[in-house]
């Protein structure tokens, strides 16, 4: 692990979550905590929803958001989630429908919270912190006869934890996942050591595969599975 002191966070790099097993070859996670960041001091977060980076389509919202939810629903997380159809239960009943439509469009057009708002909203809602992020990579990359690499996704997300009483951010937590479209795990054997030369070998060879037998690139729905587990393990352990 390594640490890393950057303004007034303390950024953890972790190739290895501690609590899972390794991610698959192609994953990347880190977090990055408030030094004095008492996960005891949270006990209800509400999943507000996510946001698209400016170049990630739109369409990457629906695909990813709800991924990322269901991924938080199954973990055991150190605070109580509020889901988001128990969140517009909430909001609606304690009559701030209109605040947190306010507070979830403010995020997705400009990926900034105005920390009254969210200050009123917590309230109607009994919320003690928000739970927002967004998707700032969206890649996909078909082989071709000229390229020497294999067809790849890659799918990049975010989550972030900010505190209703300040507005300001307790953690967030980073995943990235490239897949391609052939396994070089599969040629070399996983965990094996092999040079440059090697690797670019074995990815001319998973190209040359995939162009013969039609296969494309992995699919934005299977990576934006992996990318929302890789994120909803790494709240769980923060």
Known sequence: MQRIVQGALVVLVLPLLACQSAPPRGAFVDVTATPGYDAAAVGTAAYVGLAAAAATPKEALPIVEPRVEQHLRNQQLPFVL??????????????????????????????????????????????????????????QVDATQESADASFTRIGARLRLI????????????????????????????????????????????????????????????????????????????
């Open 82 to 139: 509020l889901a988001s159809d128990e969140v517009e239960r909430r909001a609606q009943s304690a009559g701030g429908a209109e605040q947190l439509q306010t507070v979830r469009n403010y995020w997705r057009d400009a990926k900034k919270i105005d920390k009254f708002a969210v200050a009123d909203l917590g309230g109607a809602i009994g919320a003690d912190a928000l739970l927002v992020g967004w998707i700032d990579d969206w890649t």
């Open 163 to 238: 505190s209703v009483d300040t507005g300001a951010t307790l953690w967030e937590v980073a995943a990235t996942r490239t897949s391609e479209s052939e396994s070089i795990e599969q040629d070399a054997g996983a965990g094996d050591e092999f040079d440059t030369a090697r690797r670019r070998e074995l990815q001319r060879s998973a190209r040359v595969r995939a162009l013969s037998t039609g296969v494309g690139p992995p699919r934005f729905e299977d990576v934006a599975d992996e990318v929302a587990a890789l994120l909803a393990g790494a709240v769980a352990d923060s």
